[in-house]
């Protein structure tokens, strides 16, 4: 699949268009030009996940909702408010437990992301994306032969990598070519 060119660098060829316009999924995916026009969300290697940083932030914000929470309770005892007092105290249980809900799922999130890292790298990382015709393709049909779409692409290497679920719709309806199986280690009725 690949042929020697005049400086002696390999030149990788797409199976459909033939030679020139293939570049490695990774270089995509970093070039700025591929974000603005969204081709880098469609090779994406897994779903975003939220940072440590914002798991932190929301913890912070939700903490400070119910501590006004608390402070309304406080204020109804003081007052002799029995409104106030209950109305805060509720307030404030329940932004702690949302809070609690939501830092707790971003976590879950991050670990599923972390998990599924091995598995979606392998597929990634030795992809092709051809510019020619816009399909991506392995050099040697090694891990999977043929050429896919972008969002066939995404829903093989999300699928294996435990990421299904979080498919937008477009991907999600993606049909893989038959005899590719997507699914952690390549299991069949996982895409």
Do not use: N
Not at 34 to 46: I, T, V, Y
Not at 86 to 92: H, K
Not at 105 to 112: D, S
Not at 146 to 151: A, D, K, N, Q, S
């Amino acid at each position: 699949m690949a042929t020697q060119s005049a400086h002696g660098a390999a030149e990788v060829r797409c199976p459909g268009c033939g030679p020139g316009g293939a570049r490695a999924v990774p270089e995509v995916c970093a070039d700025p030009a591929a974000r603005r026009e969204g081709l880098a969300d469609r090779l994406a290697r897994s779903p975003e996940a939220p940072s440590r940083f914002d798991s932190g932030l929301h913890f912070a914000e939700g903490m400070l909702m119910a501590a006004v929470g608390i402070a309304l309770a406080c204020g109804g005892i003081r007052g002799g408010k029995p409104l106030f007092t209950a109305g805060g105290s509720l307030l404030a249980v329940v932004l702690f437990v949302g809070t609690l809900v939501v830092v707790r799922g971003e976590t879950r999130e991050r670990v599923l992301v972390a998990a599924g890292a091995p598995r979606a790298e392998a597929l990634w990382r030795p992809a092709y994306h051809c510019t020619g015709c816009g399909s991506v393709f392995c050099p040697g049909g090694t891990p999977w032969p043929g050429r896919l779409t972008p969002e066939q692409f995404r829903k093989l290497v999300w699928t294996e990598a435990g990421h299904g679920p979080q498919l937008e719709e477009r991907a999600a309806e993606a049909e893989l070519p038959p005899g590719l199986q997507a699914g952690p280690t390549g299991s069949p009725g996982h895409a």
